[in-house]
């Protein structure tokens, strides 16, 4: 298995446009998770799902970010419009028996 | 199922004093081994890692860590803390290009 699979690696855009970030978990794993890791905060958890259904999104900061998981092989998370401060790096991590392993991430910038 | 284990959420100590902040995997196979820092701040930055070799392993900033395979651990350490070292740290185990990450300990150095 190549593991969590996130993509794109770098993503570069302008403040109001849409993002859309990409992750494949590991097959086989329940739970799928989205991180955030901004300088001032640290890595936080925005949303996790269990068997493709959203759990807790509390961590996700404003409308502006929602997440989906169509299937238990894709999940998506998107920023409209985007801000300068959604840049970020963000982590996808999936799960299974509480053990998590993560995706390489996606370097976010927003100018 | 590969896990990391991080035996310490918060650990406070005074100016000078000796470190040594816990981590075990459960992997039986091949394995490689990391430890991150991450300033209030900043992003995550490599420490030190380890491959192969000499289990004595020298990183960044005077810290160092020993991989004990029967044991399962890989330590890390520091003979002498200073206040800058107050920072999160998170160890992480790489098997099968799948980075498992422990949940990290918060390191508080008193002046």
């Known amino acids: 298995d190549a593991g969590v699979i996130q993509s794109p690696r770098h993503e570069v855009t302008e403040m109001g446009q849409e993002v859309t970030l990409r992750c494949k978990p590991i097959?086989?794993?329940?739970?799928l998770f989205w991180y955030r890791q901004t300088m001032m905060r640290g890595l936080e958890l925005l949303i996790y799902?269990?068997?493709?259904?959203?759990?807790?999104d509390s961590g996700m900061p404003e409308d502006r970010f929602s997440a989906k998981m169509p299937n238990a092989s894709f999940s998506t998370l998107k920023i409209q419009p985007s801000e300068p401060r959604d840049s970020a790096v963000y982590f996808c991590?999936?799960?299974?028996?509480?053990?998590?392993?993560f995706g390489s991430g996606t370097q976010l910038s927003v100018l | 199922a590969q896990s990391v284990s991080q035996h310490n959420h918060h650990v406070i100590l005074s100016e000078a004093a000796s470190l040594e902040l816990g981590c075990n995997y459960s992997?039986?196979?091949?394995?490689?081994l990391f430890w991150y820092v991450q300033y209030p701040g900043q992003h995550l930055q490599l420490l030190l890692k380890?491959?192969?070799?000499d289990p004595l392993v020298k990183g960044i900033k005077g810290f160092e860590a020993e991989f004990i395979k029967s044991k399962f651990s890989f330590n890390l350490r520091k003979p002498s803390v200073q206040w800058s070292d107050t920072a999160e740290y998170f160890c992480?185990?790489?098997?099968?290009?799948?980075?498992?990450w422990g949940a990290g300990t918060k390191l508080i150095i008193k002046p």
């Open positions: 991590a999936s799960g299974i028996n509480e053990k998590l392993f």
């Open positions: 097959s086989g794993h329940n739970s």
């Open positions: 799902f269990n068997n493709n259904v959203p759990i807790d």
């Open positions: 992997y039986g196979g091949t394995v490689n």
């Open positions: 380890y491959f192969s070799g």
């Open positions: 992480a185990a790489d098997s099968n290009y799948q980075l498992i």
